[in-house]
């Protein structure tokens, strides 16, 4: 299952339709239902920026400045563009519209994929791939290594991503594809019996299991804010309400103005992923957004804690992950889906479906105290093929962006890869293309599709006991 299914497979399932009638109908939410729609709920929704509470801000730009390279949008691809930049010594500024984090950086569901599961993406390469590959078996841990060279403590950790799955015939798909991917990537991937399974999981419910040992977890909001720091701490200049709102030509050069001053730079580099703004309307044009929630819980009883997931590892349902899961580091369970389209605000309805698979998962925990803490919702950019866009709109004027739901890897490790070809001023020779984005034929098409149709199909599936 590739990871678009994976978002669209993440609803929360389990008895759907009665809990439909038991749940409240209208939860009190603190926001109004069109910020949950539109996945922009304030980032102090997101159980990430607790218990640390809102990192601190940075202050707007209010001068006119110039810079080697600016970067628009502070989250995961921004920080790591600007971290990778300055190190090399260019002189970076980044112009982030709220504060680092703000977007689907400080929102998601925390796992840490070290895999692409979809090669067929890498047709088109010019050596088919083989230069992407070798770097990506080289820095598939890149997460985890950036959060130990530069001392972010973002609870990153490398307890492995666990696939586990009820039928055999699941197994074996998922096993073979497995297969394709440990010799593409060096993936080191351990298959799992029933024993193995209940050992990581705490859990007898599912008797068989994938295990990819470099994946993991990380709080993808405190990661974001700390590659921010180590990019200040390394020289660049970062201005949180600061949103870019003119790109213009300043001779060979690029001037960008915000509210209160501007930058001139040889190079601009939107960060801005499913937020974007109208400046170059071909980043608003070439994906396909689509809202996806998480919730929190409070950290678990001592005895929950000790039934689920005693690993730490990441788990994931195959073939259809209905609930991806983690406990990090506080104890508290993360898991996420896409919100219905008719109540994305309630949040009682989508942890109730949740806890129902919990309680159905680890029968001991029923009768614990599972709270839930907190509930927000946040905007993915997904693209017609399943490798993020770097794009070069006009001489200098670059993308990076539409990362679906790998980019708590892929958004740093293309920073990083895009960072270098900046810098040593050979974007040519990068090993991925860098196209031109072409608008997409119809926006909504997969909010339509994942979140209208196939989510309420696949609830109604779990409910009746297909999947
Ligand atoms: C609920 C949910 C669950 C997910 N789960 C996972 C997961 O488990 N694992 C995983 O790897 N990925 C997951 N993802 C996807 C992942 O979060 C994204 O791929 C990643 O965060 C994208 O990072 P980014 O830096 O490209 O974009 P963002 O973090 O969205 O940052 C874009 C930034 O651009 C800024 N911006 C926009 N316009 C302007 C402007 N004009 N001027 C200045 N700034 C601007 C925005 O304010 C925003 O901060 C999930 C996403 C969601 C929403």
Redesign the pocket.
């Known amino acids: 299952m590739n990871r678009r299914e994976y978002l669209a497979g993440s609803a929360a399932l389990l008895a759907t339709t009665a809990m439909g009638g038991c749940a409240s109908r209208e939860q009190s939410a603190p926001y109004p239902g069109q910020m949950y729609d539109a996945?922009e709920v304030p980032i102090e929704a997101s159980g990430w920026t607790r218990p640390k509470g809102i990192q601190p801000a940075y202050a707007p730009l209010r001068a006119d400045v110039q810079a080697d390279v600016t970067i628009?949008?502070?989250?995961?691809?921004?920080?790591s563009l600007a971290l990778h930049l300055a190190e090399a010594g260019l002189r970076v500024i980044v112009?982030?519209?709220?504060q680092?984090?703000?977007?689907?950086?400080?929102?998601?569901?925390?796992?840490?994929?070290p895999v692409l599961k979809d090669l067929s993406v890498f047709d088109p390469f010019p050596d088919r791939g083989r230069r992407f590959l070798e770097l990506f078996r080289e820095h598939h841990a890149l997460t985890f290594d950036l959060a130990r060279k530069h001392g972010i403590e973002c609870d990153a950790v490398q307890a492995g991503y666990l696939n586990v799955m009820r039928g055999e015939g699941a197994f074996r798909t998922f096993s073979d594809e497995s297969s394709r991917l440990e010799k593409a990537f060096g993936l080191a991937v351990e298959r799992l019996g029933a024993a193995d399974v209940a050992r990581l999981t705490g859990s007898t419910y599912y008797p068989f299991g994938v295990l990819y040992t470099d994946g993991g977890r990380v709080n993808?909001y405190l990661f974001?804010n700390g590659l921010v720091a180590a990019a200040v701490r390394h020289g660049a200049a970062v201005h949180g309400e600061?949103?870019?709102?003119t790109l213009a030509a300043a001779g060979r050069r690029w001037r960008v103005t915000t509210a209160n001053g501007s930058v001139v730079a040889d190079r601009v580099v939107f960060?801005?992923?499913?937020?974007?703004?109208d400046?170059v309307p071909a980043f608003t044009d070439s994906f396909y957004p689509l809202?996806?929630?998480?919730v929190s819980t409070r950290p678990l009883p001592e005895k929950a804690r000790e039934l689920v997931m005693p690993s730490g590892a990441t788990l994931a349902q195959a073939p259809i992950d209905l609930n991806?899961f983690v406990v990090d580091g506080n104890g508290r369970i993360i898991t996420?889906s896409i919100p219905s389209a008719s109540r994305p605000q309630d949040a009682r309805w989508h942890f109730g479906h949740h806890l129902a698979w919990i309680h159905r998962t680890w029968p001991d925990t029923r009768g614990l105290s599972i709270e839930m803490e907190a509930y927000w919702?946040?905007?993915?950019?997904l693209r017609d093929r399943e490798f993020p866009g770097v794009f070069e709109v006009r001489p200098g004027v670059y993308g990076?962006?539409f990362?679906?739901?790998?980019?708590?890897?892929?958004?740093p490790l293309m920073g990083m890869l895009l960072a270098d070809g900046l810098a040593r001023d050979s974007v040519g020779r990068l090993p991925f293309p860098v196209d031109r984005p072409r608008p997409v034929d119809n926006r909504n098409k997969q909010d339509f599709m994942i979140r209208k149709l196939l989510i309420p199909a696949a609830r109604l599936g779990q409910r009746i006991g297909l999947i």
């Not at 628009?72 to 920080?79: D, E, P, Q, R, V």
């Not at 809202?291 to 998480?294: G, V």
């Not at 919702?377 to 950019?381: D, E, I, L, N, P």
């Open positions: 996945g628009i949008g502070a989250g995961l691809a921004g920080a112009l982030e519209a709220r680092p984090g703000w977007g689907a950086s400080g929102r998601n569901a925390g796992h840490v994929l993808p974001t600061s949103a870019a709102l960060c801005t992923n499913a937020y974007p703004t400046i809202t996806a929630y998480a991806p996420s919702t946040g905007r993915v950019a990076l962006m990362f679906n739901a790998w980019g708590n890897l892929m958004a």
